[in-house]
């Protein structure tokens, strides 16, 4: 790695990291960053996941107030994303990933509209002790597999399904997504580390960004009103669901 390039991934780490924090798209930053730097898709997705666990460390540094209270939901809810992390790496190093990348555009698609319209539905789904319900649970543990399998956008997919389920502010969902959704990223960078092709010179700087990143983000949040970052998650993550779409189904 030339410095002039180590620089360009610090700087991508720390706005990916931002970005994973404010609106849950780090990848779409940091994943274009390693392409362009010459490393293969498979590489540069598993180099991405390695160091994304980082963004998840520095968020949940950064949202100790939000997380106050949250102990136990973040130690029910984080078996389950570790266990799905694990599960959907597995699933990568044993197979391609056509198959979440079929379905990615739609499930992303559709996450961002539930973000989008969450105030009209909170009432009928979310609830104090929402992260009880065995629906949650299995849908927490089947976008953990998505993030460890594919990962394009999983951040917004955990957020709309806490969000739909859980009514409390939508700071403390975003500091629980972090967290919970930074666990799903560490498992599967441990079968990453041990089994992938992971560029680590690539990976160093990245990381050190991402946990800048993840720190300065929940700042961010605190100050932005509630609506603002959930339309504009929402309208990113359309973007982004039209832009998979796009290169998939053509």
């Given at each position: 790695?030339?410095?002039?390039?180590?620089f360009t991934l610090?700087g991508?780490?720390?706005l990916?990291?931002?970005a994973?924090?404010?609106?849950?798209?780090?990848?779409?930053?940091?994943?274009p960053?390693?392409?362009?730097?010459?490393?293969?898709?498979?590489?540069?997705n598993?180099?991405?996941t390695v160091a994304l666990?980082?963004a998840?460390?520095g968020?949940?540094g950064g949202?100790?107030?939000?997380?106050a209270?949250q102990?136990t939901?973040?130690?029910r809810?984080?078996?389950?994303?570790?266990?799905?992390?694990?599960?959907?790496?597995?699933l990568?190093l044993?197979?391609?990933?056509?198959?979440?990348?079929?379905?990615a555009?739609?499930?992303?698609?559709a996450a961002s509209?539930l973000l989008?319209?969450?105030?009209?539905?909170t009432?009928?789904?979310a609830?104090?002790g929402?992260?009880?319900?065995q629906?949650?649970r299995?849908?927490?543990?089947?976008?953990a597999?998505?993030?460890?399998?594919?990962g394009?956008?999983?951040?917004i997919l955990?957020l709309?399904?806490?969000?739909?389920?859980?009514?409390?502010p939508l700071?403390?969902?975003?500091?629980?997504?972090n967290v919970v959704?930074?666990l799903?990223?560490?498992?599967a960078a441990?079968?990453?580390?041990?089994?992938?092709?992971?560029?680590?010179?690539?990976?160093?700087?990245l990381?050190?960004?991402?946990?800048a990143g993840g720190?300065i983000?929940?700042?961010?949040?605190?100050?932005?009103?509630?609506?603002?970052?959930r339309?504009?998650?929402?309208?990113?993550g359309?973007?982004v669901a039209?832009?998979?779409?796009?290169?998939?189904y053509r």
């Amino acid at each position: 790695m030339r410095l002039a390039e180590i620089f360009t991934l610090l700087g991508a780490g720390v706005l990916a990291g931002v970005a994973s924090t404010v609106a849950s798209v780090a990848s779409v930053i940091s994943y274009p960053v390693l392409l362009a730097l010459g490393l293969s898709p498979v590489s540069a997705n598993m180099t991405n996941t390695v160091a994304l666990m980082f963004a998840g460390a520095g968020a949940a540094g950064g949202s100790r107030p939000e997380l106050a209270g949250q102990g136990t939901r973040v130690r029910r809810l984080g078996l389950l994303t570790a266990l799905g992390g694990a599960a959907g790496a597995a699933l990568l190093l044993l197979a391609p990933a056509r198959a979440f990348q079929v379905v990615a555009p739609c499930l992303i698609g559709a996450a961002s509209l539930l973000l989008i319209v969450q105030p009209m539905i909170t009432g009928w789904t979310a609830r104090p002790g929402g992260e009880q319900s065995q629906a949650l649970r299995a849908a927490v543990f089947g976008v953990a597999v998505y993030v460890g399998y594919f990962g394009a956008a999983g951040g917004i997919l955990m957020l709309a399904v806490l969000t739909a389920m859980l009514d409390q502010p939508l700071a403390r969902n975003i500091a629980l997504k972090n967290v919970v959704a930074g666990l799903a990223n560490a498992a599967a960078a441990v079968g990453f580390a041990v089994f992938g092709p992971v560029r680590w010179a690539a990976a160093a700087p990245l990381a050190a960004g991402f946990l800048a990143g993840g720190w300065i983000g929940p700042a961010l949040v605190r100050r932005i009103p509630a609506r603002a970052v959930r339309i504009t998650i929402g309208v990113v993550g359309l973007t982004v669901a039209v832009t998979l779409g796009i290169r998939t189904y053509r």
